[in-house]
Structure formats: structure tokens, C-alpha cells
């Protein structure tokens, strides 16, 4: 059974930065493409970004583009999230999980083709 656990994130004032990881154990990490979402205080989950197990076919959604970086090393089973120019609006649970979809490059934005969710790492940007 793969177990994920997040870390890294914290309080941070706007325009800072932080770097959440994702540590996997159980199953053949290098096998699996991951995500990372995120979920406001009475707000849905959202997709946040995705990346392959090859480290490749990073995708982002609109709002991190070009702030966020989805990053991995398979040989310490970790997936990480650098989050630069932080805004309020990022404030949030993040959370990692595992791609088990059928095709990847169709639905990797979408929360129903991921599991084994970790607990989630809290964000908060101040103004």
C-alpha cells in the first residue's frame, strides 16, 4: 500500500517562498505520475500541478503558472512543489497524491484519478 506524507509548508508573507515535499513509501514510486491540489477554507479541492514519472509532462493550472515548479527524484521517492511569489489567494491544504488513471495527458487535472492520498501540509500567506 502506498502511503504519502506531505511537509514543508508553514506561514509565509506574501511574495515568499516554499517548497512542500512528498515522501512515498510502499509500491514502486518511480513507476507512478503524481499530483499536488489544494483545498481553501470552504472551497473545493483543487488540481494544482502534475508531473510524470519520468519527470516529465509537468502540467499547472492557470493561477501557478510560472510561481509553481512540480519537481521529482525518484531515488529518494519524493515529489516536490517550490512555491515562489506566494499570494494570499495560495493559502490552503496541499496535498499529494497518486495518479491511477488510464490516460494521463486527458485527466491528469481531474481529483477522481488520483488516490492514496497523503494528510495534507498547511499554506498560509499573509498580506
Known amino acids: 500500500q502506498v502511503q504519502l506524507v506531505e511537509s514543508g509548508g508553514g506561514l509565509v508573507q506574501a511574495g515568499g517562498s516554499l517548497r512542500l515535499s512528498c515522501a512515498a513509501s510502499g509500491g514502486t514510486f518511480s513507476n507512478y505520475n503524481m499530483g499536488w491540489f489544494r483545498q481553501a477554507p470552504g472551497k473545493e479541492r483543487e488540481f494544482v500541478a502534475a508531473i510524470r514519472w519520468s519527470g516529465g509532462g509537468k502540467y499547472y493550472v492557470d493561477s501557478v503558472k510560472g510561481r509553481f515548479t512540480i519537481s521529482r527524484d525518484n531515488a529518494k521517492n519524493t515529489v516536490y512543489l517550490q512555491m515562489n511569489s506566494l499570494k494570499p489567494e495560495d493559502t490552503a491544504i496541499y496535498y499529494c497524491?497518486?495518479?491511477?488513471?488510464?490516460?494521463?495527458?486527458?485527466?491528469?487535472?481531474?481529483?477522481?484519478?488520483?488516490?492514496?492520498w497523503g494528510q495534507g501540509t498547511q499554506v498560509t500567506v499573509s498580506s
Open positions: 497524491a497518486r495518479f491511477f488513471g488510464a490516460n494521463y495527458y486527458s485527466d491528469y487535472g481531474r481529483i477522481e484519478e488520483y488516490t492514496n
